[in-house]
């Protein structure tokens, strides 16, 4: 089954402990990106990627980092998280960045105390 | 910079239509629309293509006007199961990532 795979679901920690957000697909998209999403602001951009150590910045990228050293996995590492990350997260793979559909996850959302 | 989705909500009966815009303030090679139920991921509804195309999906379908840099997403006759938001994702040219808007809460009530 084609999918998009996040990993974890839900997390809460404090301020300044680092973590990661895995991100998985298994449809050889080229294409993957991170969003979050809070109340009224819609999907924001965090972190795109074309493909395979080709990484740039979306939106709002201060405070996160990503790596694509294999196609099928995008992680989102926050170094030193604070409260203001508290969110919604989406990752999404495509075979084109705008020309084809977006593939989410299922979400992750983090709480950051 | 995001596009402008208007209305920002909506509550319809069942039944009744609904039309969702999405505004671009740069010139539009195709738009997305996707709905997300509450607390799910969002679902990739249609893509809209340059040159006025409309194109369906069950009863909700979506016009491109190239020239006035817009997309409307029309619901007719809606059900229960149209309730969510809907985002529009404009693609400005070739290979720029989407940008979506801030969505449109739409509530269907019996």
């Known amino acids: 089954e084609a999918q998009v795979t996040q990993n974890p679901r839900y997390l809460i920690t404090v301020t300044g402990k680092k973590l990661t957000v895995t991100c998985s697909q298994n449809?050889?998209?080229?294409?993957m990106s991170w969003y979050r999403q809070d109340p009224g602001l819609g999907l924001r951009q965090i972190y795109y990627?074309?493909?395979?150590?080709?990484?740039d910045k979306g939106d709002v990228p201060e405070g996160y980092k990503v790596s694509r050293k294999e196609k099928r996995n995008f992680p989102l590492i926050l170094e030193s998280p604070s409260p203001n990350q508290t969110s919604l997260y989406f990752c999404?793979?495509?075979?084109?960045?705008?020309?084809?559909?977006?593939?989410f996850g299922d979400g992750t959302r983090l709480s950051i105390l | 910079q995001q596009p402008v989705q208007s209305p920002q909500a909506v509550i319809l009966r069942e039944g009744e239509d609904a039309v969702i815009n999405c505004s671009s303030s740069?010139?539009?090679?195709?738009v997305h629309w996707y709905r997300q139920k509450h607390g799910e991921a969002p679902i990739f509804l249609m893509i809209?293509?340059?040159?006025?195309e409309q194109k369906g999906h069950d009863k909700i379908s979506a016009s491109f006007n190239e020239k006035k840099q817009q997309s409307s997403l029309y619901l007719t006759a809606s059900q229960l199961s149209y309730s969510g938001t809907y985002f529009c994702g404009p693609r400005n040219s070739g290979n720029t990532p989407l940008v979506f808007g801030k969505g449109t809460r739409l509530s269907v009530i019996a």
């Open positions: 740069k010139a539009l090679y195709s």
């Open positions: 809209l293509l340059k040159g006025g």
């Open positions: 999404a793979s495509s075979a084109h960045p705008s020309g084809a559909p977006q593939h």
């Open positions: 990627s074309m493909n395979v150590e080709v990484t």
């Open positions: 449809m050889n998209h080229e294409y």
